[in-house]
């Protein structure tokens, strides 16, 4: 229960609501391992600091100093919603060793709380509605595996993160208005970011990913259909997977490309741009490229013949050896420049090339 001996600062705190912490729950979003459907225990981190008191919403409070208290588990006399609100100390977010992440349905408000870790994983019911943000500089952000999940992004501080793994993947409803604001400019991993965002696609191309290095499966399987040309990817040496089975189709051409590039486009079916002017001279893996894409034979012609700077029956373009390339079915045209940059590819520098044949 709430001790006598709080002190005069939170009890100010606790009658100023705009600076508590505070988030809805449903005791009755029960699956196997959780508590039951009249409990929920607060999620913490053996990594965090925590000195706060928690008001439970049922009338009942109780102070907490320590990431395992037994306080943390708290017993409704009926089951159903209640808004919990939190002051004080709560560094550490985290649903990752969680047994209630169905029971997190929202935060109402981040009442100004420092938080430098956040990551909620799993919480398939959690929707997003606060307007604020919290006060701390991040250090790890994720909200994934949240498929309810559509809140505002731009306003959490990400100065201390420098990954953004997994970071919204499998939020299904995901497509915030100000995502295009948030400053991604320390994070230097972008993989599995979007993955399986299926309903993501509101413009990012204003972003400064001149860190990043990985765009593994950024956008696989997603609805992300805006620009990207404006993206700075010179530092980027993983391309795997980036736009695989994705609805992407704009022009990326003034891109850098280079390293992996395994299944860039597999199973998109949508995507139809001149790549041509990509400079290939650092690429280590093309296999799968643009299997089950649709690319035009015009397009694939034109990057058969930039990729290897043909001119004048020779190639004048820098061009890795012993590469396997696909774009599954797409014909090129026989007897032309495209078709004399394909032969070289294949007889002098040694490429395994899949593609719908000659026309």
């Known amino acids: 229960m709430l001790g006598l001996g709080l002190g005069l600062s939170k009890i100010s705190n606790l009658l100023d609501k705009s600076s508590i912490f505070s988030w809805f729950i449903d005791t009755t979003k029960t699956a196997s391992g959780s508590t039951l459907s009249v409990q929920y225990e607060i999620p913490t981190s053996s990594l965090g600091t925590y000195d706060f008191v928690v008001n439970w919403g049922d009338g009942t409070s109780d102070t907490i100093n320590t990431w395992d208290d037994s306080n943390l588990l708290h017993t409704y006399s009926v089951s159903g919603r209640y808004t919990l609100t939190i002051d004080g100390v709560f560094t550490h977010f985290t649903t990752i060793s969680s047994k209630d992440e169905l029971k997190l349905t929202d935060v109402l408000s981040w009442g100004g709380v420092e938080i430098t870790f956040l990551d909620l994983y799993g919480c398939e019911n959690f929707i997003g ?41 499998s939020d299904n409803l995901f497509n915030p208005s100000d995502i295009g604001n948030l400053n991604v400019s320390t994070i230097n991993s972008l993989r599995w970011a979007f993955q399986n965002c299926v309903s993501f696609n509101t413009s990012i191309d204003s972003w400064n990913v001149e860190n990043v290095t990985n765009l593994d499966a950024t956008f696989r399987n997603t609805a992300y259909n805006k620009s990207l040309n404006s993206w700075d990817t010179s530092n980027v ?90 774009v599954g079915t797409t014909n090129f045209a026989l007897g032309g420049e495209a078709d004399a940059a394909r032969s070289w590819l294949i007889v002098t520098k040694l490429w395994t090339i899949t593609d719908g044949g000659g026309i």
């Open 129 to 169: 509605s606060y307007t604020d943000f919290p006060k701390g500089v991040l250090t790890t952000f994720s909200i994934d595996n949240c498929s309810a999940f559509n809140g505002l992004v731009s306003g959490f501080d990400l100065s201390g993160v420098t990954t953004l793994f997994n970071v919204f993947n």
């Open 237 to 326: 040496t993983t391309f795997l997977n980036c736009f695989r089975d994705s609805d992407f189709n704009q022009d990326i051409s003034a891109w850098t490309v280079g390293g992996n590039m395994t299944e860039m486009f597999r199973g998109n079916t949508v995507f139809n741009q001149n790549i041509g002017a990509w400079d290939i001279s650092s690429v280590t893996s093309l296999t799968g490229f643009a299997n089950g894409s649709s690319l035009s034979q015009s397009n694939y012609d034109a990057l058969l013949i930039g990729w290897t700077g043909w001119s004048g029956g020779v190639a004048t373009k820098t061009v890795p050896s012993g590469l396997s390339f696909s």
